[in-house]
């Protein structure tokens, strides 16, 4: 048999594959230590290992075969799989509201390339209809691709064209934007564009999807909807993150841009707002549902407030015990004009990085203080530590998230380095980035194994 029917398989996984005479795409039934398997063989990426054999199942899960645990194998089948996404002509229609979407890279319609591994995304309208065809029925929609990088990879540039970009489609008439993202710093994001794009008179929605669109538990098509819908006919101009609700596909959520962290890796229902409520939830069938009765309304004119300005020498520093100074001062030597710490406890550091600080401080280096435990404010006058720590140059920042702080301190210094404007511009909320309380139920951690909890979870979803 030739190599060419072993796409992507070498060393041991390749020999197996021969000694049984299994092709790529065959229908197998493999016999191992750990039980039976039954699925198509899937060719493997380039870079994968010799060791694992690649079987999509009946449940449409890919699952991975260790070679030294199989007995036998047999091919009973055979059929090559097709994985392009069909395109269909995005159909238009009358008094449907007018969408973009702007890609700026992420899964959240997709294929899968076995040959690399890598997921290729959908984009056009075509195929964006021809994945998820109930588009057809929320909007009117267009698209644009500025980017096609991972979402690590997004940065101040990025966010500076993104803001411009969305002027330009507000003032061309566009009844809502939606920004397709990777998940991993989509509130990183949508900070930045919540400072960077103010005013705006229709919703900006940044949606991802955790889950790519070949996985059978994939999120990537009712996101999009949902943020489809939201965009078009949503009454909530603002920037905002959509995301799945509970774990189950009843409903989204609709996040604050600057209230908002992924609080998991790999969950459906991974974003959360913290410190606050959500807006609003969104779903097919009930539409929008508002949590929040205070936010920006949408409007009909077509004024908004680009400020696309990031200064990048800035850093977000993670403070953790036995921190040396020289972490601090290596920033300092480096050029950067800001550093947000996430403190411990209600904004705390230890003492042999308080001369540091004031070293820092002294040369004009602009220091915040957000608290890692995400939740609550910073309260720096409690203790002495944090009295001493206000006295060397520290300013709270209140109850900012750090990413939230870390990204206006970017935009901040990317307009002025006066130390007082600079304060006001960080002090003064722009949209909830601080709130002058947390609400009762702006704090829900739950611990299982406790018998109201257990309670709780049996009569409701997670």
Known sequence: MSEDIFQGYKGAALKMLAKYNVRVWGQAEIDTTRGEFKGTVLPRAENDDDQHIVLKIVTGYNIGLDITTIKSMKEVGYKKANYKIPEKEFPYTKGLPKVKLIGTGGTIASRLDYRTG????????????????ELADVCNLNTEKLFAVF?????????????????KEIENGIDGIIIGHGTDTLHHTAAALTYMVQDSPVPIVLV??????????????LNLIHAAYTAGHSDIAEVMICMFG?????????????????????????????????LATVSRTEGIKLIKKEYNHRRKDRKVKIYPFFEEKIS???????????????????????????????????????????????????????????????????????????????????????????????????QTTDPEEVRRLMLTPINDEITSREPYNGYLIYQGGVAEVEEFIRKHHK
């Open 246 to 278: 509970p774990t189950s596909d009843e409903y989204g959520f609709l996040h604050r841009g600057t209230r908002v962290r992924k609080m998991h890796s790999s969950y459906r229902s991974a974003f959360r707002t913290l410190g606050d409520t959500p």
């Open 208 to 221: 991802g999807s955790q889950r790519s669109s070949d996985r059978p538990s994939s999120d990537a098509a």
């Open 118 to 133: 890598a997921v290729i995304p959908a984009f056009s309208p075509g195929e964006l209809y021809g994945a998820v065809p």
């Open 151 to 167: 979402s690590e990879n997004m940065g101040p540039e990025q966010y500076k064209t993104l803001a411009k970009a969305i002027g």
């Open 316 to 414: 977000l520093v993670y403070y953790y015990p036995n921190m040396q100074p020289d972490i601090i001062d290596s920033l300092v030597d480096n050029g950067y004009k800001g550093i947000v710490i996430a403190g411990t406890g209600l904004g705390h550091v230890n003492k042999p990085i308080y001369a540091a600080i004031e070293r820092a401080t002294k040369k004009g280096v602009h220091i915040y203080m957000t608290v890692q435990t995400l939740w609550g404010y910073v309260h720096m006058f409690v203790y002495d530590t944090g009295r001493d720590l206000m006295a060397k140059g520290i300013v709270p920042a209140e109850n900012m998230l750090p990413e939230a702080a870390y990204i206006k301190l970017g935009w901040v210094l990317g």
